[in-house]
T-cell receptor, first 112, second 113 residues
Framework: IAGITQAPTSQILAAGRRMTLRCTQDMRHNAMYWYRQDLGLGLRLIHYSNTAGTTGKGEVPDGYSVSRANTDDFPLTLASAVPSQTSVYFC???????????FGPGTRLTVL | LAKTTQPISMDSYEGQEVNITCSHNNIATNDYITWYQQFPSQGPRFIIQGYKTKVTNEVASLFIPADRKSSTLSLPRVSLSDTAVYYC??????????????FGKGTKLSVIP
């Protein structure tokens, strides 16, 4: 059982470029989340989805968009990357909103 | 949005009990308290969740006083492998509608031989 996977593992991106971070879970969880983690700031919620077909904004949504076309996949898109989006991005899922979250291994993104 | 406050770091010797407290003064009625552990270069991992009083599982206990304005994660007899960052999360469970959650900034626990 893979659990939750993220791709790519790391990426260096030029400012202004578009980038999609991929997240897939095989646990049939309804809820999925995207976080960014920066040194000294802990984990901050970017976007979430309570169930397939719905999404919501978290604490720091600006500059990011998500979609939830099916239960398994929850991609995060940076339409035009900026250096302040340099961070480690974690995807997570849970059976329902607020339940135990299972985290992916993370994507380390550097925007130059 | 419940703000959480945790100590930045703690040190402990192997074999001791460690208690990490999280303050969440404006916790909402439908919020639960969850603790996660994170090792370097890995995603956080669930430890324990509770709503009130005491919850215990095979790795930790969670103490929540009646006013729920704080919570304490207790790790019995820590070992070197417990060296990690521990996060407190306050968030609602279930239901529809918007979802706001707040992770604490984490407590870096260093276990000393």
């Amino acid at each position: 059982i893979a659990g939750i996977t993220q791709a790519p593992t790391s990426q260096i991106l030029a400012a202004g470029r578009r980038m999609t971070l991929r997240c897939t879970q095989d646990m049939r969880h309804n809820a999925m989340y995207w976080y960014r983690q920066d040194l000294g700031l802990g984990l901050r919620l970017i976007h979430y989805s309570n169930t397939a077909g719905t999404t919501g904004k978290g604490e720091v949504p600006d500059g990011y968009s998500v979609s939830r076309a099916n239960t398994d996949d929850f991609p995060l898109t940076l339409a035009s990357a900026v250096p302040s989006q340099t961070s480690v991005y974690f995807c997570a899922s849970s059976e329902e909103k607020g339940d135990e979250q299972f985290f992916g291994p993370g994507t380390r993104l550097t925007v130059l | 949005l419940a703000k959480t406050t945790q100590p930045i770091s703690m040190d402990s010797y192997e074999g001791q009990e460690v208690n990490i407290t999280c303050s969440h003064n404006n916790i909402a009625t439908n919020d639960y308290i969850t603790w996660y552990q994170q090792f370097p270069s890995q995603g956080p991992r669930f430890i324990i969740q509770g709503y009130k009083t005491k919850v215990t599982n095979e790795v930790a206990s969670l103490f929540i006083p009646a006013d729920r304005k704080s919570s304490t994660l207790s790790l019995p007899r820590v070992s070197l492998s417990d060296t990690a960052v521990y996060y407190c999360l306050v968030a609602p469970r279930g239901g529809a509608g918007s979802y706001q959650l707040t992770f604490g900034k984490g407590t870096k626990l260093s276990v000393i031989p």
